[in-house]
């Protein structure tokens, strides 16, 4: 029995590999720690998963009514309503699943300080947690595209994959910031500032074509401009540069690993500091 | 056969940081933040002035053997809890290694990530999860996880309603449920009143017959000379001493005393601060001893002797003066008053100039905790000399009935017997 079993604790430096087996064996820890974050999110609260919707369908009115009726945006194809809110549904996701991710450890201290598993499942819980979110407000898309009797595309199929990259996107920073945010509290600061500047250099409020073709591809290196092009063109039909959108989900993916070793190699000292 | 706990060289240094604006100004404080962040999770970077290098722990060895129950004992800061964390894998070792060749589960806390907006139902699925165990196993354990607590009725209520008692009671319940061949507990059984305390030293035990192996950590020796086989003594981040569990209590106990510089007994009352004196300060010192005119430093068992020799000056001849020395508990209530003047037969002989009054009690049988010692000086029935809080005295647990439960509630200890129409009073011993 206890010889199937052995770890060895030493002293850790540099660079660590990511643990996939202990990720495994933990598996159902990440589970239970949505499950948390989803029950709490809206305990006590009068409307309830309400606001999982309610968020980017009043964001979505204002956009439609100062960018589009007054500032005279147009969007590229669907009505602006259905534009705005196949923007917002992965913004609001990104920027919601990044200020809470950045601040899970420092919140959960105690699970820290106290208890030993794999501590990369506290950000990518808070992440995890707010794909029910994501998923209400694609419930609020659909019926307001059947409202529009707006078509839907064979292109939906490629969903998964933008939603994957949002994930992956959304995680690699969260990783990255709330390990930050154990030796300094200055990330709990500048998160939201840089979440409120974030949505101007994202593709939600105009369409990419605004932009001049030269500093398209550099939008791309944002991970969320291709996230929410690829919503648009996946839910909606919007024909979409893939250029710009395949940089931005190789942004994804490597914001994603690179998130993963900076958090590892910081990890071993979360306990000491925190 | 392997030890199941291999536990080499194990070192564990902090880098004690001080704010660093707090010298040098701004600049000097920029600078260092930027160092700071330049070397993020490498502590072996050469460090600024501002650091301070602390050892916790320094080259720690000792082996567990499968079915060993370990006590390991020490005086708050010696090391334990860097021990315990870095066998739990919470903090990595600076030097050394363990190998751990078993599943375990540690419980340096009670109810670990509680969340007070779920039900007691709701913690004992996340607590147990984050404690390591499958869904399953908690599935397969909840109602006696349940009972255990004796919170039926509450299993559905949120935690934030929850007492302190009720929430110390689910923690353990979910934890001695962990079904792991090393435990490692860390003084949890100091909270919880007395009931669940001796409901989970006898959980404890059981365990500890099964064969399964513990690692225990606690200030409480009865429990430590009740539960475990061997104890380890740390002090100062080294193993002080390795032995039975008895022989390490009374080796700590020993310690304690013995360890204290030549001085430490004596406590000089020329700096006191908070004091009020009619014209000039009059009492000089303190000195403590316990049996046998044994210095005291500190710690003294429940049921102890302790004799305070109290040195104080008469500034003209007198007759009429009282010294008094009054025990105040924690939360600042008097708990004991010793006047000079209540000894019977006194010699009422007027005295002038150095005077040495001791006063023994010989059995201090209050319970555990800090006392703050308040002594002061009457001369003609007018407060002369009065210091507040001159001196704590730390009571500490022992096995003062002789049967392991150790007192912990109200204020004394007092000697008693029970008996009923069955068992009669033992005559004997009246």
């Known amino acids: 029995m206890p010889s199937s079993f052995e770890v060895t604790i030493r002293p850790h430096r540099g660079w660590q590999p990511i643990d996939l087996r202990e990720i495994w064996l933990y598996r159902e820890l990440l589970a239970f720690l949505v499950w948390r974050d989803i029950k709490i999110r809206y305990r006590q609260t009068l409307l309830g998963a309400l606001w999982a919707v309610l968020q980017p369908l009043i964001a979505m009115l204002i956009f439609t009514f100062i960018f589009n009726r007054l500032a005279g945006v147009k969007s590229d194809g669907p009505p602006y309503p259905l534009f ?179 958090f590892r190699r910081m990890e071993r000292r979360f306990a000491d500091i925190i | 056969m392997q030890p199941i706990l291999q536990i080499e060289h194990l070192s564990k240094e902090y880098v004690l940081t001080r704010d660093s604006f707090e010298q040098g100004g701004v600049r000097a404080g920029l600078a260092r933040k930027w160092a700071a962040l330049r070397r993020f999770g490498a502590p072996n970077f050469p460090d600024t002035n501002s650091e301070e290098h602390f050892w916790a722990l320094k080259d720690v060895s000792f082996n567990v053997n499968e079915g060993d129950v370990v006590g390991i004992i020490g005086r708050n800061g010696a090391g334990k809890s860097t021990l315990l964390k870095i066998v739990s894998r919470i903090t990595d070792p600076t030097e050394g290694r363990v190998v751990v060749r078993a599943r375990m589960a540690s419980l340096l806390e009670v109810g670990t990530g509680f969340h007070p907006e779920l039900t007691g139902r709701e913690n004992i699925f996340l607590n147990g999860a984050i404690l390591g165990m499958r869904k399953a196993e908690i599935v397969a354990q909840f109602d006696e996880i349940v009972a255990f607590a004796e919170l039926e009725q509450f299993l559905d209520t949120p935690v934030k309603h929850y007492s302190s008692g009720m929430h110390v009671r689910l923690g353990f319940a979910v934890a001695a449920h962990l079904n792991r061949e090393i435990l490692i507990v860390d003084e949890v059984l100091a909270v919880g009143d007395m009931a669940f305390q001796k409901k989970c030293l006898g959980k404890m035990s059981e365990v500890s017959r099964v064969g399964r192996t513990v690692l225990f950590v606690s200030h409480n020796m009865a429990a430590v000379e009740n539960l475990c086989r061997r104890g380890i003594v740390i002090n100062g981040g080294m193993i002080a001493f390795e032995g039975t569990a008895k022989e390490a209590v009374r080796e700590y106990l020993g310690r304690v005393s013995g360890s204290r510089d030549s001085t430490g007994h004596i406590v000089d009352l020329s700096e006191a601060s908070d004091r009020r004196f009619a014209h000039v300060p009059l009492l000089k010192r303190l000195e403590f001893f316990t049996e046998d005119n044994l210095p005291l430093a500190s710690d003294l068992q429940i049921g102890a002797r302790l004799q305070v020799r109290v040195h104080f000056d008469l500034p003209e001849l007198t007759s009429d003066f009282n010294v008094g020395l009054g025990f105040d508990n924690s939360y600042g209530q008097r708990v004991f008053t010793a006047h000079s003047q209540f000894q019977p037969g006194r010699a009422a002989q007027a005295r002038v100039g150095p005077q040495v009054y001791t006063c023994d009690i010989p059995s201090l049988t209050l319970t555990p905790g800090e006392y703050s010692l308040r002594v002061w000086l009457e001369i003609n029935n007018t407060e002369a000399d009065l210091i507040n809080d001159a001196v704590r005295i730390r009571v500490i647990e022992s096995d003062y009935y002789g049967t392991g439960k150790v007192p912990w509630n109200g204020a004394f200890v007092l000697k008693h017997r029970w008996w009923n129409e069955s068992t009669k009073y033992p005559a004997s011993r009246k």
């Open chain 1, 84 to 262: 705005a809110l196949a923007g917002l549904a992965p913004w609001t996701f990104f920027s919601t699943a990044v200020s809470q991710s950045s601040n899970s450890l420092v919140s959960n201290q105690q699970l820290v300080s106290k208890i030993y598993f794999p501590r990369v499942f506290i950000p990518l819980g808070s992440v995890g947690a707010l794909l029910l979110d994501l998923g209400l407000t694609l419930i609020l898309l659909a019926l307001l595209m059947v409202h529009y009797r707006w078509p839907v595309s064979l292109t939906l199929f490629w969903l998964p994959i933008f939603i994957a990259a949002a994930v992956l996107a959304t995680s690699g920073v969260g990783l990255t910031l709330s390990a930050f945010n154990v030796s300094f509290r200055d990330v709990k600061y500048a998160v939201p500032f840089l979440i409120q500047m974030g949505i101007f250099v994202t593709p939600v409020i105009y369409p990419i074509r605004d932009i001049p073709g030269s500093w398209r591809i550099l939008m791309g290196l944002n991970p969320m401009t291709g996230v929410v092009l690829g919503f648009r063109y996946a839910i909606l039909g919007t024909p979409s540069p893939w250029p710009v959108m395949g940089l931005s989900l190789a942004v994804s993916v490597i914001l994603f690993i690179s998130g993963l070793l900076i």
